[in-house]
Structure formats: structure tokens, C-alpha cells
């Protein structure tokens, strides 16, 4: 059995943590929105901030859980990076739209 | 002889179905069925072209008296309605019923019977659906049948009843498809095959597989709260009595959004399979394009996000919709640019299959930027339910489904019917398809931006609107050409092309290894696989267990229909089990739901419960032991005790799934309604009563808890299910006494209307849960020993524990939300969804028409 195998809740972190991430990222965004009109976008700012370095550490951790062969994880790898990318192009939607229009 | 020759006559005669008629209505195996799903589908595809035809031709030129308005209304809304749900779903299961257990190299899906079952419900919705051409009342409320315009008030003929009610049936067999899909791809790969070995094609089927599984729900939901209210007056969508048009449209479009990727994925996953192969070369970046799969399905699901909300949506909370739509760009970049490497790579044999999917390429980035387009809001408020969207949509469901589909056919029609396409015709079908596209399909785009609306019977002389619509209709004529010259291709060589070899094309994947056509057991010993290419790469050997394994189910020696199941990541061989052979009950459970729609159709209640009681009976008398009572378990193959939970248990967890969404989406429309109406509950109807309703929910719980115990204690068992049987039928009681008094009537409110349907759905479940007992009991009695039974309460366990949760979490939001709002509800405004365009991105929204 590869230690891969042996270790299922990392590789759970690898492939659900950046995905959920993106998630939770995108519907905390959407309900804070009309409190950013409100008062101020600081929230959102460090909502996206807070997501990105979760999805970070999930496939940081995911990857540290399968040991020696580090170049086995190489698709959940990528498909982290998609979400890492896709929670700091919602975070850039929210530094530039006007949180009231 | 030799001793493989008997034992492939032997597995021939254990895997074979009867001949003649009774062959026929009982063949599970997954050839017939995937063939017929194809054959259906395809039937379907030239039905809903000939509509368009028919579409074009009015449009012709203008002020054209080919059709009247109604008939034209008519044939868009049936033309959609077939496209979207009675040929591309139903193809690609199709396809992939046939040939996953191939690529994966089993012998049959996991649940033959339930598969049959999903065929007859979709021939016959099919058929229902197409019937109301012969009433007289046909469909004419587009294909996303918006509300009010479908409901009773609106569309008193009973056109959209053959809508609601054949499409619900179509759905049904969508979910069932997809749950047996996943448990054959998660548990029956070849030793070796593991998650990361698997063909691309597999992979996008178990994405869209479980997309299905969570999309589908939600439209039969909508469907049937929408019969609910044309039947029975039920005030889901009327704002007059607390209903709320609008919930219509969120609840269609958790289904209609990931629809689109459902449909677009697994073609995809075709366009890999015909890449690699008419190339010759394994596909570049194999795992880059898996993770774009799965990130593909996981994004298209976040697009629901933004219906969640019932109130008005502020532009930055719209962007981040746009946003994570524009996000599934990277992924299918990723697609795209690992084809163009393979084909660059390769040596490219341009064949038939090979020219579809260039042409695929080619329209679907094109369609993809006008995507991009529509997208945009401001340039969305011209465009917005013109022509330039139904251009649009086109370019995606022609180009990136219809042509991956003709691809895929092609290309595995030697295996599938051991004869040769012949090579020109099929060229020559894509040049005419391909030309005829364009010419039909680009101008529609000017005509939208010069305003032409879409669903409009005809336009005058003077709007200089009629010569690109000239052109579009001979473009379709075109395109309708090619169209016959592809199927007339296929048809010669099914009846006297050249006979196939076994691998026509050079192929990389365990599908071309078998027969073709294959033989009913697929492989008489299963493959091992050792790595992404197996007929291009070293037979990898065996370890014993797994050889020894292989061994004894060559040989089937009165053991029935054995398959061997794998564990789920790495394929490690875990237990042999047999499966069902061929059986007429899937068609009578069918046939019974048919009577029972048909019942609900003409307003006969009699029928209607006929038909119900017959449900229950055939679905009853399906639940025997595959093989009948009387197979011999002990003669399975010999492997330790499995290390997971058997077959079954996944495939209920799935349908669980499923059936949560439903009961999901009903409290999605229960909260939308709270929150949307003025009022909830509507004043002096009160709070609803708290006795009988939770000695209901005491007694389900408590059945729940026998059944965990006859799950743990064998000798306990006999008594426990039929203590946990009465509390079953105690619950439904209790249930009964308190919806028959009921203080209000659920047709005066949308209140009554959702609170009645919760409870209803809750003791459904607890219904079935009771039904499901009985079969528990009945196993254990007759076959106290046998693994089968062992199964069986497992499944009843996990069966139980939903009828737990649905009663707990239906008791809980019905007796809490009236008590918080303090009777006079939220009643916040409700604003449009983005979604009249019908298909693909955009914002702007009001009702169409
Ligand atoms: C065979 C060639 C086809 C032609 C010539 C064609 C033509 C048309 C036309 C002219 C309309 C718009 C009618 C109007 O709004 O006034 C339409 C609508 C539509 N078509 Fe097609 N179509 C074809 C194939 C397909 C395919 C393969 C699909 C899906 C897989 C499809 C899905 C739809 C849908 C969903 C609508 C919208 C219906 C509605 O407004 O409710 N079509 N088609
Ligand atoms: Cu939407």
C-alpha cells in the first residue's frame, strides 16, 4: 500500500482544502459585500487574504503527507494552484469594483 | 477444445440474455443497454433537427406563413427540449455505459438491473414528451419553461404537463445513469488502474457523473412543485398567495449552470480519447488535464453561489460571479493547449474523428469568445435575448458537444458494431456539417447585434434583416445534409460495412484489447494494468493474489455473473461479487411510473394510484438476490473478506445524494418562499402543531435505532426490523393524524404549499425506509448467511440513518421558521435573475416574452 493510501485526511486537505477554499472564499465575499458599502472593504481584503494562504497551507500540508516522492501529487498540485489563483482573481475583483455600485 | 475455449463458451452461456422478444424487454447487460441509449439518442438528435429545419424554414424570408406562432413556439420550445435533454445527457450516458466498462476492463456495471430501469424511464419520458404532438397540446414554454408563463393561469392546455412530467422521468434516468457510473469507476478498475492511470474520457464521465447527481435533483423539483400547482393548486410560483415566480427560474438554473459543463466534459473527455489515438501519441500533460476536469466541475458548482441570494445583488457580488466564470477559462485553456501539443507531437492521421475534433477546436474557442461577450453586462443589455445569444449558444452545443459527439462515434463504432464507417462519406458529413455550421450560425450573430430578437415567428420586409437569414437557413439545410450523410454512413456500414478488426485504429486504451464486437463477458481474464497506455506499454505481471484472483473468475463454475471490485484510489483486487442477470422489472417499475405520470396527466386519480401500487410492487419484486434466490454464493470467487463496504452501499450513499438534493431544494424553494413572501406563516394561521409532529419524529429516530441495532447483533435481528417496522409505520401515523388537520389548506398559501410538501417528502422517505425493511426481513429469513444479506443491512443501516436526518432536519425548519419570524414573515424584496438569456453568462433579467 503507498503511504498515500496510508494517510487519507492529507490527501483529503490536498485535493477538498484549496477547493473549499475558493468556496468559502467566494460566498464570504458575496455576503460581505453590502457591509463593505456600509462601512469599509477591509473585510473583504482580509477575507481573500485569509482563504489564499488556507488553500496555501492545505497543499503545502496535503504535500508534506505523501513522503519521499515528492513529484506524485503533481494533478492535485495543479489543480490547487487553480483555485490559489482564482480566490486572488476574485480578491483583485474586489479591490476594484466599487462595493457600492 | 482448449480449456480457454470452454471457458469462454461457459462465461458466453452465464453472461448471454435470452433470445427473441423476452430477450429483449429483460437484457441488463451494459452493451444493450448503452447501444440503445445511443441508437435513442440518436433518433432523438434527428427529431430535434428536424425541427430546426422546420424553424429555419420559416424564417426563410420574411413575413413568411410556413408556420403560425403558436406552431412556431411550439417547435423552438420542443426543439430545445429535445437537444438539451433527450439527446446530448442521454448520448454521452450512452456512450459511456457502453465503453467505461471496456476502458476499465469489468464485465459489467455494478447494478445491471438499475441500469435497464434508467433506460425505460428515458425511452418512455422521451416518448411522452413527443406525444403531445399527437394531443395537440405540445410544449410551448421554451426549454427552461419559465414561470408564470407555464403555470396554470397562462398555459391552461396540458402541453406543459407533458414538459414537467416527460422530462422528470428523462431526469430520473440522468441521476441513475450517474450514480451507476460513479460506483463502476470508483470500484471496478482493473488491478493497477488506479485514479491517476485511468483514461481522460473516464475521468470527465466521473466528474459529470457527479455533477449530475447534485444538478438534476434541483429541476425535478421544480418540476414537480410546478405540477404540484397546475394540478393540485399549490401557490409555489403565484404572487398572489405568497408564491414567488421567480423561484422557478433559481431552481432551474442549479440545474442549467452546471448543465452546460454536464454536457461539455465528457465531450472533452471524447476529443482526448480520439486526440491520443489519431496521433498516436499519449495525450501531453495527462495530469494537468485531469486536474482541469475536476476544476472544471468544482467551478461550475460555485457558480450556484449566487443563488443562494433571494434579494437584489450589487454589482461587485455580480462580478465575482463573472469572475469565477471567466476562471473556468484557465482550465479549458489547459484542454485545449494539451491537445494542440499532442497533435504537434504526434503524426496526426486525419480521419473522420480526427476532422471533428479540429472542427471542434476551431468553433469552440470561438465560441468561447463570444462567450466572453455576452458576459460582458453592458454589451449583454444589447445583445440580450437576441439572436446574437442563440449564435452564441450554438457555437458551444454544436461545436463543443455535437461534434466531439460525431467524433466519438465514429471512432468507436468498429468496436462497438465490428464494422468499418466508410472513411469518405464520413469526410465528406464533416465538411458539409462543419461548412454548413458556419454559413447558418455566423450571420445570426450580425442579426443580433442589428436587433433581431430570438423566438420571434417572423420579421417584416423592411428591418433588412432577410438575407442573412437566407443564408442561415441554406447554412442549415447544409448542416441538416451532413447530418444524414453521417447517420446513412453509420447505417450502411451496421449493415454490411467491412468487418471490423479488433483494433481499427491503433488504440492505447484496454477497450480496443477486447472482440469486435466484444463479447457479452467483455474479457474472459480481466486485465492488469500498469500504466496510462496499457496496449501501448508492457503487460505489467500480476502478484499472486491478484493472478490467482483472475484465475477463478474466468471460470464462472455456477458462481453467476461474478465481477471483480477494487479498492477505490489504487485498484488493489477486494472482493468478487456477481450481478444481476437479465430481468423484465426495471421495464414494470417503468411501466408503472409511466401510469402513474400518465394518471397525473389526464387528471385521473384512480390510475394515478393504480399506477403508484405497482411501482411498489415491481420495484419489490426486482429486490431478489441477483442471480434469484437460488444461486450459489459459496462458489464465488475465493478472496479474503472484502476490506470495504460493498457496491451497493456506495451506490445508495449516492442516491442518497440525490435524493437529498431533491429533499435539499425543496427547503431551498420553503426558504426562498419565507423569505421572499409577506407573511410566513400568513396571519392567523399560527404556528404549526408541535405533538403529533414530533411523536412522529421520536418514533423515526427511534426506528433508526432499531435498525443500527439488528445492523450489530444477528440474533438480535429478526425482532429489531420488525420493532423498527412498527415504529415506521407508527411515525407515518403520527403523521398522517396531523396533516389531516391541518388548521390551513395548502392551496390558499404558498405557506400551506411548502409545509405540506416538506412533510409529504419526509413521509416518502419514512415510507420507502418501511418498504426497505421489509425486504431486510425477508432477506434474513431466506438467506441468513449469505454476503448478499450481510449487504442488504448495510444498506438498510445507511437507509435509515437519512430517514433519521430528513425527519430531525424537516421537524426542525418547519416548527422553527414560523415561531422566529413571528408570523408576519421577512417580505424583502425579490429581484430578477441574470438568466433570461436561456444559456451561458450575462446579467441583465427580467421574464422573457
Ligand atoms: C441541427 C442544427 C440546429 C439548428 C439549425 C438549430 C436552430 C435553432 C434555432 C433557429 C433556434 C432559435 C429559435 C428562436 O429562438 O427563434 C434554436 C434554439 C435552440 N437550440 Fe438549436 N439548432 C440546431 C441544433 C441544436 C443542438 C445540437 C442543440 C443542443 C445540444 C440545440 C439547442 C437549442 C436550444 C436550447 C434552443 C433554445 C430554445 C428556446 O428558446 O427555448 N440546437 N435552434
Ligand atoms: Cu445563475
Not at chain 2, 422478444?21 to 433537427?49: D, E, Q, Y
Not at chain 2, 413527443?130 to 394531443?135: C, I, P, V
Not at chain 2, 476532422?355 to 445583445?383: E, R
Not at chain 2, 452501499?649 to 431544494?665: E, N, T
Request: with cysteine; net charge neutral.
Amino acid at each position: 500500500m503507498s503511504s498515500v493510501e496510508r494517510r487519507p485526511w492529507r490527501r483529503i486537505a490536498l485535493v477538498g482544502g484549496p477547493s473549499s477554499a475558493w468556496a468559502a472564499h467566494l460566498l464570504v465575499s458575496y455576503l460581505l459585500v453590502p457591509p463593505a458599502c456600509e462601512t469599509t472593504s477591509v473585510p473583504l481584503h482580509v477575507t481573500t487574504a485569509v482563504f489564499a494562504v488556507a488553500a496555501l497551507t492545505s497543499i503545502v500540508v496535503g504535500v508534506r503527507g505523501v513522503d519521499g516522492d515528492r513529484s506524485r501529487p503533481f494533478a492535485a498540485i495543479v489543480l490547487g494552484a487553480i483555485f490559489v489563483l482564482a480566490i486572488l482573481l476574485q480578491g483583485a475583483a474586489n479591490a476594484m469594483v466599487d462595493p457600492c455600485a | 477444445m482448449t480449456v480457454l475455449e470452454t471457458r469462454g463458451d461457459e462465461l458466453r452461456e452465464t453472461w448471454a440474455s435470452p433470445p427473441g422478444l423476452v430477450g429483449f424487454v429483460s437484457a441488463v447487460n451494459h452493451k444493450s443497454i448503452g447501444l440503445r441509449f445511443i441508437v435513442t439518442a440518436f433518433a432523438f438528435l434527428l427529431i430535434g433537427g428536424l425541427e430546426a429545419m422546420l424553424i429555419r424554414t420559416q424564417l426563410i424570408r420574411p413575413e413568411n406563413g410556413f408556420l403560425d406562432a403558436e406552431a412556431y413556439n411550439q417547435l423552438f420550445t420542443m426543439h430545445g427540449t429535445t437537444m438539451m435533454f433527450l439527446f446530448a445527457v442521454p448520448m454521452i450516458e450512452g456512450l459511456a455505459m457502453y465503453l467505461v466498462p471496456l476502458m476499465i476492463g469489468t464485465r459489467d456495471l455494478p447494478f445491471p438491473r438499475l441500469n435497464a430501469f434508467g433506460y425505460w424511464c428515458f425511452l418512455l419520458g422521451g416518448v411522452l414528451l413527443n406525444w403531445s404532438f399527437l394531443t395537440g397540446s405540445v410544449p410551448d414554454g421554451g426549454w427552461f419553461a419559465y414561470t408564470p408563463l407555464t403555470g396554470p393561469e397562462y398555459s391552461p392546455t396540458a402541453g406543459i404537463d407533458y414538459w414537467l412530467l416527460g422530462v422528470t422521468f428523462v431526469e430520473i434516468a440522468g441521476v441513475v445513469g450517474a450514480l451507476e457510473l460513479a460506483v463502476l469507476i470508483l470500484r471496478q478498475r482493473a488491478p493497477g488502474m488506479s485514479l491517476l492511470r485511468m483514461p481522460l474520457f473516464v475521468w470527465s464521465i466521473l466528474v459529470s457523473s457527479g455533477m449530475m447527481l447534485v444538478a438534476f435533483p434541483a429541476v425535478i423539483t421544480a418540476s414537480i412543485l410546478l405540477e404540484l400547482e397546475r394540478k393540485l393548486g399549490l401557490p409555489f410560483y403565484d404572487p398572489g398567495a405568497g408564491g414567488n415566480p421567480l423561484l422557478w427560474q433559481h431552481l432551474f438554473w442549479i440545474f442549467g449552470h452546471p448543465e452546460v459543463y454536464i454536457m461539455l466534459l465528457p465531450a472533452t473527455g471524447i476529443v482526448s480519447a480520439v486526440v491520443a489515438v489519431h496521433t498516436r501519441r499519449p495525450i501531453v500533460a495527462y495530469e494537468l488535464v485531469a486536474a482541469a476536469l475536476v476544476a472544471i466541475g468544482i467551478i461550475s458548482f460555485g457558480l450556484w453561489v449566487h443563488h443562494m441570494f433571494a434579494v437584489g445583488i450589487p454589482v461587485l457580488a455580480q462580478t465575482l460571479f463573472a469572475v469565477a466564470s471567466a476562471t473556468i477559462a484557465i482550465p479549458s485553456g489547459i484542454q485545449v493547449f494539451a491537445w494542440l501539443a499532442t497533435m504537434l507531437q504526434g503524426r496526426p492521421r486525419w480521419s473522420t474523428p480526427m476532422l471533428y475534433v479540429v472542427g471542434f477546436v476551431v468553433t469552440f474557442v470561438a465560441g468561447g469568445i463570444t462567450g466572453v461577450m455576452v458576459a460582458a453586462a453592458p454589451f449583454d443589455w444589447q445583445v440580450h435575448d437576441s439572436f446574437f445569444v442563440v449564435a452564441h449558444f450554438h457555437y458551444v452545443l454544436i461545436g463543443g458537444v455535437l461534434f466531439p459527439i460525431f467524433a466519438g462515434l465514429h471512432h468507436w463504432f468498429p468496436k462497438m458494431v465490428g464494422r468499418v464507417p466508410n472513411e469518405g462519406a464520413g469526410r465528406l458529413s464533416f465538411l458539409l456539417v462543419f461548412v454548413g455550421f458556419h454559413i447558418a450560425f455566423f450571420p445570426q450573430h450580425i442579426l443580433g447585434l442589428r436587433g433581431m430578437p430570438r423566438r420571434v415567428y417572423t420579421y417584416g420586409e423592411t428591418v433588412g434583416w432577410d438575407g442573412y437569414n437566407a443564408v442561415s437557413t441554406i447554412g442549415s439545410y447544409l448542416l441538416g445534409l451532413g447530418v444524414l450523410v453521417y447517420a446513412y454512413n453509420l447505417w450502411r456500414a451496421w449493415r454490411r460495412g467491412p468487418v471490423a478488426p479488433d483494433d481499427p485504429w491503433g488504440g492505447d486504451g484496454l477497450e480496443w484489447s477486447t472482440a469486435s464486437p466484444p463479447e457479452v463477458y467483455n474479457f474472459r481474464e480481466l486485465p492488469v494494468v500498469g500504466g496510462r497506455a496499457p496496449r501501448w506499454e508492457p503487460a505489467p505481471v500480476p502478484d499472486n493474489r491478484t493472478a490467482s484472483t483472475i484465475a477463478a473468475l474466468a471460470a464462472p463454475d455456477g458462481g453467476g455473473r461474478q465481477q471483480l471490485r477494487t479498492t477505490m484510489v489504487a485498484a488493489e483486487p477486494d472482493d468478487a461479487f456477481a450481478v444481476a442477470g437479465p430481468t423484465p422489472w426495471p421495464l414494470g417499475t417503468a411501466v408503472a411510473i409511466g401510469i402513474t405520470l400518465v394518471g397525473v396527466l389526464i387528471d385521473h386519480a384512480f390510475l394515478a394510484a393504480v399506477g403508484a401500487i405497482l411501482v411498489v410492487a415491481a420495484a419489490l419484486r426486482w429486490t431478489s438476490p441477483p442471480g434469484g434466490w437460488r444461486a450459489r454464493p459459496e462458489t464465488w470467487a475465493d478472496l479474503e473478506p472484502p476490506r470495504s463496504r460493498p457496491g451497493g452501499w456506495h451506490g445508495l450513499l449516492l442516491g442518497l445524494v440525490a435524493v437529498a438534493c431533491i429533499g435539499g431544494s425543496f427547503l431551498y424553494a420553503y426558504f426562498y418562499l419565507f423569505v421572499t413572501a409577506d407573511g410566513w406563516p400568513p396571519s392567523g394561521v399560527g404556528s404549526p402543531g408541535l405533538l403529533l409532529a414530533s411523536a412522529a419524529v421520536a418514533a423515526a429516530v427511534a426506528g433508526s435505532v432499531a435498525v443500527g441495532v439488528a445492523g450489530r447483533r444477528t440474533e438480535a435481528r429478526t425482532p429489531a426490523l420488525l420493532l423498527a417496522g412498527v415504529l415506521g409505520m407508527a411515525a407515518l401515523a403520527a403523521d398522517a393524524l396531523d396533516v389531516a388537520d391541518l388548521r390551513f389548506s395548502p392551496s390558499d398559501h404558498a405557506y400551506g404549499a411548502a409545509f405540506v410538501t416538506l412533510r409529504g417528502f419526509a413521509m416518502v422517505v419514512t415510507a420507502v425506509g418501511v418498504l426497505v425493511l421489509g425486504v431486510a426481513l425477508r432477506a434474513c429469513l431466506r438467506r441468513p448467511g449469505d454476503p448478499w444479506t450481510s449487504a442488504v443491512m448495510q444498506i438498510t443501516r445507511l437507509f435509515w440513518l437519512f430517514v433519521a436526518a430528513t425527519t430531525v432536519v424537516v421537524w426542525s425548519v418547519l416548527q422553527v421558521t414560523p415561531r422566529v419570524s413571528g408570523g408576519d414573515g421577512g417580505g424583502r424584496p425579490a429581484t430578477g435573475s441574470h438568466h433570461s438569456l436561456g444559456i451561458g453568462g450575462g446579467t441583465a433579467g427580467e421574464l422573457p416574452r
